[in-house]
């Protein structure tokens, strides 16, 4: 047992989508979120940028006195994990390779797409993986560099022309290619999922890095015995690096419900 | 007679339509540029935040020995313009008085448009100034917070129904209450002049935020004798927060020329 609480941290409010997962499956743990949405989004920037930013997020959060953190930021995952991990003292959890695994175990044709932010798919990191969890498999990789301002301006419903006018550019050919599993390598793909669906097809597997991220640490913590006691309530507080009330305004729609707990503005400089 | 240079910053590479005019009146000034591309964009931000990276844009050209500061970003000029001036030991010219001047001149019916990021209508500024400058004008403004990510992946071109449509969302309204006048308050937005003025007429006037503060930046320094002296060559060094291969495959973009000078990444924090 385990009562310290698990740390979870985005370059903005994508993540939230894995915390939602989180706590759905280990209601009963203590979950710190930190979204550095005072330099959202990390995407487009260098990898030695994101890394600088990242271990900022990690180095805040390791204030806390937590098991384990969860890196639930698709970029920071492919540009960082490994620089990370090896710096830390805590166990890091991704959600790189439990993607990987989850497209290497769904696909059955043996094409796998990938969509994620420039710099994740520049990185290589996700398809480097998925060559080794899945070597017989080909994979089709897309940049959708405007996925997060659409989704974070709310363009996320079918039938609006300009996210529908994006969705068919990026993923033509990943949906021409035939793969039968698409990964979105990054947390804020979760709310287009029903306009990726449209496009791509009802026989195409969408594996969310966010939700398969989560699973993997709820899995890993409890292998190692390290869950919170049963019957504790669980609770979530969040810490921003801009203005809370954006925070507030914008949290609900990650998280499928309006965000109750404690919200701080904090400076990481 | 003064040699020293004139500095010119922007949150990213929008400044540099401002930078392109200054370069064009005053060939012969000694320029610095520094683009704060590792936190771009400021538009949707909180003031705070805004405040917060414009004091740090503004120490660190304060390291150079330059004789005046131009702020070519309508987001900084909106929210922080007067703190910054006060604090500042040397002048500094934005683009909100200048547009709002240029706005006052051109209209003819009182009926001025004014676009710009979401913290720059959300402020007020622009329309408190051209309150102040044409009392009798009606102010018909609206934000924008897709058209910096979308010049920024190179949807400037008419035809691309992505911006056409989101150009039609934003500016309807505008249109319909018939302006004469339309003021880009975002340095990012000339890029757009096509697909803008397609969609809202040939009649309408565009007041450049860019373009009319880098005039007023040469017209202050002729009036105050501040120009360098007349045959030396004009140069531009520039500096910016992440990559620098990122920025010289942009650049071009908005100076409407390959970028020659030198590029430097520096670090605020």
Redesign the interface.
């Known amino acids: 047992m385990d009562n310290r609480p698990i740390g979870v941290f985005d370059s903005g409010l994508g993540g939230l989508t894995a915390l939602r997962e989180l706590r759905k499956l280990l209601p009963e743990e203590q979950l710190v979120y930190f979204g550095d949405?005072?330099?959202v989004p990390y995407g487009?920037?260098?990898p030695?940028?994101i890394l600088r930013y990242a271990r900022q997020d990690v180095k805040f959060l390791s204030g806390f006195d937590l098991k384990a953190i969860m890196i639930a930021c698709g970029t920071v995952c492919t540009t960082s994990m490994d620089i990370l991990a090896a710096e830390s003292q805590l166990p890091l959890f991704g959600v790189v390779e439990p993607a990987a695994q989850a497209a290497a175990r769904a696909t059955k044709n043996g094409k796998i797409g990938l969509i994620g932010t420039a710099a994740t798919i520049r990185s290589g990191a996700f398809q480097r993986l998925l060559g080794r969890v899945a070597p017989a498999a080909e994979v089709f990789a897309a940049a959708c560099?405007?996925f997060v301002?659409?989704v974070?301006?709310g363009?996320v419903e079918p039938g609006d022309?300009?996210i529908e006018?994006?969705t068919a550019e990026y993923l033509a050919p990943i949906r021409a290619a035939g793969v039968d599993t698409l990964v979105l390598g990054c947390t804020h793909y979760p709310l287009l999922e029903r306009v990726i669906g449209n496009f791509i097809g009802p026989d195409v597997a969408l594996v969310s890095t966010g939700a398969v991220g989560a699973r993997r640490v709820a899995e890993e913590l409890r292998a190692g015995n390290l869950l919170a006691a049963p019957g504790g309530a669980g609770a979530c507080r969040y810490y921003v690096?801009?203005?809370t009330?954006?925070f507030a305004r914008l949290a609900g729609l990650f998280m499928g419900a309006p965000v109750t707990g404690a919200v701080e503005r904090v400076s990481l400089?």
């Open positions: 949405t005072g330099r487009g920037r260098s030695e940028i560099p405007l301002p659409l974070e301006c363009r022309v300009v006018t994006v690096s801009d203005s009330d954006d400089e």
